[in-house]
C-alpha cells in the first residue's frame, strides 16, 4: 500500500538560515510526487511537483526538492527561510491510475527572527 | 484564471443533521477529488469524479456521498452528522486524471 512519511513533526528554524523537509514514501512503483503548503485556516498551495524526469525540480517562493528513488525521498529544501515561510508543509505522492493523494502527517515550520 | 472555489466557508450543524458541500473547480478542470483534514487523521482521501462518474473512493461510511454535475461542479453530501465529522472539507481540482490538483480554501464544519 501507498504511504508517505515526514518524519518532523515539528521543525524550527532562524529566519535566513536553511532548510531541509524530509519526506519518504513508499509505492510499488515510480510515483508522482507533491509538496504542498498550507496556513492556518487556509487550503493547500502547491509548492512543486514530480512526474518524471529531471529529478531536481524548482518550486515557487525559492523551493526546490530532489527525487531519490534508490532512498524513496522526496526532502523540500530552501537555502534560505523568510519569516513568511512559517506554514505546515504536506508531501503527496499519487499512482499513475487515480487522482487519488496519499498526504503526510505534516511538518510544521517555525521561524525565528 | 479563477482557483477553486467552495462554499459555505464555514458551517455549523448538530448532530443527526445533514450537510450539502459544494465545489466549483478552476475553468476546464474536469477532475474533482474531495478530502477530510482532522488533527486526528490528518488529510484523507474521500472521492473523485471525472465527466460526472466517480472514478475512486476513499475509506468513509456511505453517509458520505458526492456528485459531479455537467459542468465540472461538485457537490458533497454528508447524512446524519455525528460530531467525528466535524473537520476541514478540502476540494481539489485537475484538468485531467493523474494531473496537479489544485485545492480550494476549504469548507470548515462543526458538529455540535
Known amino acids: 500500500a501507498q504511504s508517505v512519511t515526514q518524519p518532523d513533526i515539528h521543525i524550527t528554524v532562524s529566519e535566513g538560515a536553511s532548510l531541509e523537509l524530509r519526506c519518504n514514501y513508499s509505492?510499488?512503483?515510480?510515483?508522482?510526487l507533491f509538496w504542498y503548503v498550507q496556513s492556518p485556516g487556509q487550503g493547500l498551495q502547491l509548492l512543486l511537483k514530480?512526474?518524471?524526469?529531471?529529478?531536481l525540480v524548482q518550486g515557487i517562493k525559492g523551493f526546490e526538492a530532489e527525487f531519490k528513488r534508490s532512498q524513496s525521498s522526496f526532502n523540500l529544501r530552501k537555502p534560505s527561510v523568510h519569516w513568511s515561510d512559517a506554514a505546515e508543509y504536506f508531501c503527496?505522492?499519487?499512482?499513475?491510475?487515480?487522482?487519488?493523494?496519499?498526504f503526510g502527517t505534516g511538518t510544521r515550520l517555525q521561524v525565528f527572527p | 484564471k479563477a482557483g477553486v472555489t467552495q462554499t459555505p466557508r464555514y458551517l455549523i450543524k448538530t448532530r443527526g443533521q445533514q450537510v450539502t458541500l459544494s465545489c466549483s473547480p478552476i475553468?476546464?478542470?474536469?477532475?474533482v477529488s474531495w478530502y477530510q483534514q482532522t488533527p486526528g487523521q490528518g488529510l484523507q482521501f474521500l472521492f473523485e469524479?471525472?465527466?460526472?462518474?466517480?472514478?475512486n473512493k476513499g475509506n468513509f461510511p456511505g453517509r458520505f456521498s458526492g456528485r459531479q454535475f455537467s459542468n465540472s461542479r461538485s457537490e458533497m453530501n454528508v447524512s446524519t452528522l455525528e460530531l467525528g465529522d466535524s473537520a476541514l472539507y478540502l476540494c481539489?481540482?485537475?484538468?485531467?486524471?493523474?494531473?496537479?490538483?489544485?485545492f480550494g480554501p476549504g469548507t470548515r464544519l462543526t458538529v455540535l
Open positions: 503527496a505522492v499519487g499512482s499513475y491510475n487515480t487522482d487519488k493523494l496519499i
Open positions: 514530480y512526474f518524471s524526469g529531471d529529478t
Open positions: 509505492y510499488g512503483a515510480t510515483p508522482y
Open positions: 469524479y471525472f465527466s460526472e462518474t466517480q472514478r
Open positions: 481539489a481540482s485537475s484538468f485531467d486524471v493523474v494531473d496537479t490538483q489544485y
Open positions: 475553468s476546464g478542470h474536469r477532475s
